[in-house]
T-cell receptor, first 116, second 114 residues
Framework: GNSVTQMEGPVTLSEEAFLTINCTYT??????LFWYVQYPGEGLQLLLK?????DKGSNKGFEATYRKETTSFHLEKGSVQVSDSAVYFC???????????????FGKGTKLSVIP | GAGVSQSPSNKVTEKGKDVELRCDPI?????LYWYRQRLGQGLEFLIY????????KSGLPSDRFSAERTGESVSTLTIQRTQQEDSAVYLC????????????FGPGTRLTVT
C-alpha cells in the first residue's frame, strides 16, 4: 500500500534560516504529492502540491519538487519567519486506479518552531 | 458556508457510550472524507463518500465505526461502544470532485473517551 515517511521533529530554527523537511513515499503508479500545514489553533491547509514527476509546487516562499527517481518531495524555504511556526504534513493521493484511490495518505507531521 | 464545519469541537464521553460526529462540507463538493489523528501519529483515512456512489469504507478500524451521508450534504460519523483507543481528533474534508485532489479540511472534533 501507499506510505509516506517524513523527518521527525521538532525542528527549531532561527528566523531567516534555511528550512528543509524531508519526505519520501512509497506508492504504486503515479501519485499526486502534497504538503499540508497546520498553524496553531487552526485546521489543516493545503500549502502546495505537485501532480506529476519533476513538477515543482510553490507557495508562500515554500517549494517542493516531485522526484520520482528518489520517491521524494522535500519541502524547502530559503528564509523562515516566526509566522511559519506550524506542523507540516507530507501526503500523497492516488497512485493506482481503484476504489479509495483519492484518500490522502499522510506522514506523521513535523513541528517547526521559528525563534526570533 | 465559507469552509468545512464540524461539530462538536470537543466531546468527552464515557467508555461504552455511543457518539455521533457531524460534518458540513463546502457547498457543491461531491467528495467527502473522514480521517482520524491520534496523538503523536499521522492522519489515518477512515471513509470516503463520492456523490451517490457506494462509500469506500476500507479505512474503518472496526465495525463499531459507521458513517452516513445523504446526497452531497451533511455526513455523520458514529462510534458505538466507545473505547479509550478511540480518543483522537476526527477530521472531515471535502473536495469538488473525485478528480480534484485538493481537499479542504474542517477544524476537527476532539474526542476523549474516559
Amino acid at each position: 500500500g501507499n506510505s509516506v515517511t517524513q523527518m521527525e521533529g521538532p525542528v527549531t530554527l532561527s528566523e531567516e534560516a534555511f528550512l528543509t523537511i524531508n519526505c519520501t513515499y512509497t506508492a504504486t503508479g503515479y501519485p499526486s504529492l502534497f504538503w499540508y500545514v497546520q498553524y496553531p489553533g487552526e485546521g489543516l491547509q493545503l500549502l502546495l502540491k505537485a501532480t506529476k514527476a519533476d513538477d515543482k509546487g510553490s507557495n508562500k516562499g515554500f517549494e517542493a519538487t516531485y522526484r520520482k527517481e528518489t520517491t521524494s518531495f522535500h519541502l524547502e524555504k530559503g528564509s523562515v519567519q516566526v509566522s511559519d511556526s506550524a506542523v507540516y504534513f507530507c501526503a500523497l493521493s492516488g497512485g493506482y486506479s481503484g476504489a479509495g484511490s483519492y484518500q490522502l495518505t499522510f506522514g506523521k507531521g513535523t513541528k517547526l518552531s521559528v525563534i526570533p | 458556508g465559507a469552509g468545512v464545519s464540524q461539530s462538536p469541537s470537543n466531546k468527552v464521553t464515557e467508555k461504552g457510550k455511543d457518539v455521533e460526529l457531524r460534518c458540513d462540507p463546502i457547498s457543491g463538493h461531491t467528495a467527502l472524507y473522514w480521517y482520524r489523528q491520534r496523538l503523536g501519529q499521522g492522519l489515518e483515512f477512515l471513509i470516503y463518500f463520492q456523490g451517490n456512489s457506494a462509500p469506500d469504507k476500507s479505512g474503518l478500524p472496526s465495525d463499531r465505526f459507521s458513517a452516513e451521508r445523504t446526497g452531497e450534504s451533511v455526513s455523520t460519523l458514529t462510534i458505538q461502544r466507545t473505547q479509550q483507543e478511540d480518543s483522537a481528533v476526527y477530521l472531515c474534508a471535502s473536495s469538488l470532485s473525485q478528480g480534484a485532489y485538493e481537499q479542504y479540511f474542517g477544524p476537527g472534533t476532539r474526542l476523549t473517551v474516559t
